[in-house]
T-cell receptor, first 113, second 108 residues
């Protein structure tokens, strides 16, 4: 069966510091991968999606970036965090580009202080 | 792109009552409509979905209905239980836009 992992589970970082969040998927190959951000009490905002290694599409302009160095690895990064980057970051995967049946990871709670 | 509206934003029901959450979408080409349940501090979990070739789908106490003409779909939870308390999100393909979520509270 497929599983999706995210780490760290929680992170507290000062403003201006770098960020690296990792997501890995097991039990499937060539998944579509997604990064979402969820502000407190809010809905899901799609940040990035990837249909293959090295292929990244950005949904919103921001100081975040994403990379996919391996088929089942998706990384969310920032060179300098802002207070507004605080939130709950969710990675998800699906087996087709239409986004049918997305499955979410456990999330990373990021607090920028 | 797709625009998904979800309401109500909060819903409180008594245990045993039914709960209904509604979503509307804008892209008539959308053909897949999932519902997710998110418990506090966890990632959303897919609970039920429906495709555009059917009008209703049931899974025990939960059901989803789809009206393609009106471009809206609804989640129905019957015989609600306290463990149904969570935030529920709808979404619509083709680019998986999510609704803003509904916080459901089931009072024992």
């Amino acid at each position: 069966s497929q599983t999706i992992h995210q780490w760290p589970a929680t992170l507290v970082q000062p403003v201006g510091s770098p960020l690296s969040l990792e997501c890995t998927v097991e039990g499937t190959s060539n998944p579509n991968l997604y990064w979402y951000r969820q502000a407190a009490g809010r809905g899901l905002q799609l940040l990035f999606y990837s249909v293959g290694i090295g292929q990244i599409s950005s949904e919103v302009p921001q100081n975040l970036s994403a990379s996919r160095p391996q088929d089942r690895q998706f990384i969310l990064s920032s060179k300098k965090l802002l207070l507004s980057d605080s939130g709950f970051y969710l990675c998800a995967w699906s087996s087709s580009w239409t986004g049918v049946e997305q499955y979410f990871g456990p999330g990373t709670r990021l607090t920028v202080t | 792109g797709e625009n998904v509206e979800q309401h109500p934003s909060t819903l409180s029901v008594q245990e045993g009552d039914s709960a209904v959450i509604k979503c509307t979408y804008s892209d008539s080409a959308s053909n897949y409509f999932p519902w997710y349940k998110q418990e506090l501090g966890k990632g959303p979990q897919l609970i039920i979905d429906i495709r555009s070739n059917v009008g209703e789908k049931k899974d025990q106490r939960i059901a989803v209905t789809l009206n393609k003409t009106a471009k809206h779909f609804s989640l129905h939870i019957t015989e609600t239980q306290p463990e149904d308390s969570a935030v529920y999100f709808c979404a619509a393909s083709n680019d998986m836009r999510f609704g803003a979520g509904t916080r459901l509270t089931v009072k024992p």
